[in-house]
Nanobody, 124 residues
Framework: QVWLVESGGGLVQPGGSLRLSCASS????????VSWFRQAPGKEREGVSCIPPDVRGTTYADSVKGRFAISRDNAENTVYLQMNSLKPEDTAVYFC?????????????????WGKGTLVTVSS
């Protein structure tokens, strides 16, 4: 069963933007903390950003602060990750994950549900 579906990945030039979406037809995402993780080739999975149900306590990795913005649209049951000023080092598969906890743990082992990921490639 596919709990979460990511979309919006693709190839973009350095300095460009992409918006990733994380949607679910099975989970009411407004009751979960939703996180974005990424995994680059040969590297470990790392937390990128997280938004709790009440949207306070939103977190970002230092590497993306000021460039990425996470948001949620409860009417669409979707969480977005707006990525601006993209750099080649942002290249990775991006995963969204949902946690029943009403706070951002930024710990992949805490996540209850995962998507299959979407590839983001930043290259000229």
């Amino acid at each position: 069963q596919v709990w979460l579906v990511e979309s919006g990945g693709g190839l973009v030039q350095p300095g460009g933007s992409l918006r990733l979406s994380c949607a679910s037809s099975d989970l009411n995402l407004d009751t979960y903390s939703v996180s974005w993780f990424r995994q680059a080739p040969g590297k470990e999975r790392e937390g990128v950003s997280c938004i709790p149900p009440d949207v306070r306590g939103t977190t970002y990795a230092d590497s993306v602060k000021g460039r990425f913005a996470i948001s949620r649209d409860n009417a669409e049951n979707t969480v977005y990750l707006q990525m601006n000023s993209l750099k080649p080092e942002d290249t990775a598969v991006y995963f969204c994950a949902a946690d029943r906890a009403h706070y951002c743990s930024n710990d992949a082992s805490h996540m209850d549900y995962w998507g299959k990921g979407t590839l983001v490639t930043v290259s000229s």
